[in-house]
């Protein structure tokens, strides 16, 4: 469950890997994680707690990624996430969705709607490539922008992927915050959507992110980490008589996607 969204300490298997490797840099990973699960914002006191590191050690080493851009300090003295991380995230994402344009533009060309991949980042789905609609009224997804799983189609064909527990942990801990009146605001509601997710083999975005905007969405087999592939448009071309002819390109590109990303392909 920790792997997907929550930082629960140090365990024996990270204890290894800080013997075996740069323990110093082994816990500056713990500090940069700890202030990503707590929302990118903690205090000393916080870092202490859950880290288990004595209060000199955690102000060396946040001293050490506040110079380098990882942190920042706040003027009330709580650390934050830096610049510098930011970028990084944004590499990562256009490495982990690199090479997959071709796909993507496949699904664009044939359905004449966007297509997006996106990835789960702990609790939160990020966008990491899309090819746009050749349509004037078209739907646009920033690639690394982070959106809520509940209320989109790629989020909730991640969360179909995870158990029960870890999306209800999930669900507790972002509080399923409406974007539209149509959103999932409910847990036992989404466990119950999650489970016809799970039986239809796709997710279903209607006006959930946007109003007037329907997506849907199917999971990308073989991915590293639970990953969706989606195609979206206006609620006027993207109707449910669409998905009979979007959802099996969608799984076709889906398994191409994933043997790319399993580095499988031919």
């Known amino acids: 469950m920790e792997y997907y969204f929550q930082f629960r300490g140090r365990s024996p298997g990270r204890r290894a890997v800080a013997e075996s490797g740069v323990q110093s840099v082994d816990r500056a990973i713990d500090l940069l994680e700890i202030l990503t699960d707590r929302g990118g914002d903690a205090g000393l006191s916080e870092l202490a707690a859950t880290s288990g590191l004595p209060l000199p050690t955690i102000h060396r080493l946040m001293r050490t990624l506040v110079a380098r851009g990882y942190a920042r300090q706040l003027p009330s003295r709580r650390y934050t996430l830096g610049p510098r991380v930011v970028r990084l995230g944004e590499a990562a ?151 009979e002819q979007a959802v099996p390109v969608l799984h076709e590109v889906a398994a191409e996607v994933g043997r790319h990303i399993g580095g499988q392909e031919d």
Request: aromatic fraction near 4%; include cysteine; glycine fraction near 10%.
């Open 93 to 243: 994402g256009r490495q982990l969705g690199a090479g997959t344009g071709p796909h993507l533009e496949r699904i664009a060309r044939e359905l004449g709607e966007t297509a997006n991949l996106a990835m789960l980042d702990r609790e939160m789905a990020v966008y990491i490539a899309q090819a746009a609609s050749t349509h004037s009224m078209r739907m646009f997804t920033e690639v690394g922008r982070r959106v809520h799983c509940h209320c989109t189609g790629v989020g909730k064909m991640i969360l179909a992927q995870l158990p029960d527990e870890e999306v209800s942990a999930v669900a507790a801990h972002t509080g399923l915050p409406p974007e539209t009146d149509r959103s999932i605001t409910d847990q036992t509601a989404l466990l119950a959507e999650l489970a016809a997710i799970r039986e239809r083999g796709y997710a279903v975005d209607d006006g959930e992110q946007e109003i007037g905007v329907r997506c849907f969405a199917v999971a990308v087999p073989g991915a590293p980490t639970p990953t969706a592939l989606s195609v979206s448009g206006p609620a006027a071309r993207v109707t449910f008589d669409f998905a």
